[in-house]
């Protein structure tokens, strides 16, 4: 349920509508908008609080929301949310594009993809020192060390960066290190993970199951909310379909129905959703026009030795730099700004 206030209403009167709220042993979220405030009840509420609150001077309405996740859900906070960390906003008028390697390789090969992901004016290094394979006999990352590289790389560059935690107990060693926190597809449904998750503020790019649905996705999204830890951004990267063509089928519909469903930055991913490297471009600019607030793009100097098999869907260097350009071009006409050439980021 959710009570919208009337306009102007003072910040006293909404203390007082909280506390009559959660006087009945429920949650009361406030989300503040331009000119109205969303009150979103939590919990197993009396029937007779809708009415209560129906009669109490300043609520204009109260809504009953059947969605079962609610945090995550535009009703209960209309205006989107734009994640700023430190400098770079995520959800807002600029396009964020995060570029680099599948894995961390070693301190050379990070170092000189963050050159050429700055170069380009990318404001995210992506690569994984925890790497969840199909197999258990393939590569599985370099690990801790490799969040070492990685973290030097996006300082010296002048990035910030996202890595993938795939464990409960790596949670704060992959925070300490990275600057996003990515839960990949098959982990969408690791509770345990996501719940460890909302008990830090790190921001969190939360990856669709690649068979999930939007209510599932957006109820995964919920326990990180839930926990406490507002910065999460949702990242379409494929789904299974019958189609054995393409890795996975790029759901671009998902964007604007997430957008619709939820206030949270939504990142497309053409690279897993893909797999093929001469798809990647014009699926990315396909993303931006379908209202996506960022990338996740591989890219890699020698895609054919990469340690993972993502090499195949890597961009080379000079494609990701070209893709850059023709995003700045793209950017405007899809309500977005982009700019290859920036000042530099003090990370
Ligand atoms: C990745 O980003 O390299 C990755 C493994 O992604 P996903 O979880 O989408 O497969
Ligand atoms: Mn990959």
Do not use: W
Request: glycine share 10%.
């Amino acid at each position: 349920m959710i009570a919208v206030t009337s306009n102007q209403v003072s910040d006293e009167r909404i203390a007082e509508i909280v506390r009559h709220i959660e006087k009945q042993g429920v949650q009361a979220h406030v989300s503040k908008g331009t000119d109205r405030t969303v009150i979103g009840i939590i919990g197993k509420a009396d029937p007779k609080l809708a009415e209560q609150l129906r009669q109490m001077s300043g609520i204009e309405n109260v809504i009953k929301i059947s969605k079962s996740y609610k945090l995550a859900s535009r009703d209960f906070h209309p205006d989107n949310t734009v994640i700023n960390i430190k400098g770079v906003e995520i959800g807002g008028s600029e396009l964020v594009i995060m570029g680099g390697p599948c894995a961390v390789e070693s301190p050379e090969q990070i170092d000189e993809i963050a050159r050429l992901v700055k170069a380009a004016g990318g404001q995210v290094l992506r690569g994984g020192a925890f790497k969840p394979r199909t197999g258990p006999y393939s590569f599985q990352g370099v690990g801790v060390e490799g969040l070492e590289m990685m973290a030097e790389a996006g300082k010296k560059h002048g990035l910030l960066t996202i890595t993938e935690v795939m464990t409960p107990e790596y949670v704060d060693v992959c925070a300490e290190h990275a600057d996003i926190l990515q839960v990949g597809t098959r982990n969408m449904q690791n509770f345990d993970l996501l719940r460890k998750l909302g008990t830090i503020q790190t921001p969190v790019l939360l990856k669709r199951g690649f068979s999930s649905t939007y209510d599932e996705f957006l109820n995964a999204a919920e326990y990180i909310l839930a926990g406490g830890n507002p910065n999460v951004m949702l990242c379409e990267r494929g789904i299974r379909t019958f189609e054995t063509y393409t890795r996975n089928t790029l759901d671009l519909t998902a964007i604007p129905v997430l957008h619709q469903l939820s206030h949270l930055p939504v990142i497309s991913d053409p690279s897993h959703g893909t797999g093929r490297r001469e798809l990647v471009e014009t699926m990315c600019k396909a993303s931006v026009a379908a209202g996506a607030d960022g990338l996740i793009v591989e890219m890699h100097t020698d895609p054919d030795n990469s340690m993972t098999g993502d090499g195949v869907q890597s961009l080379f260097p000079d494609q990701f730099a070209k893709l850059l350009q023709d995003l700045e071009k793209l950017a405007p006409l899809c309500g977005k700004t982009f700019e290859t050439k920036k000042e530099p980021l003090h990370v």
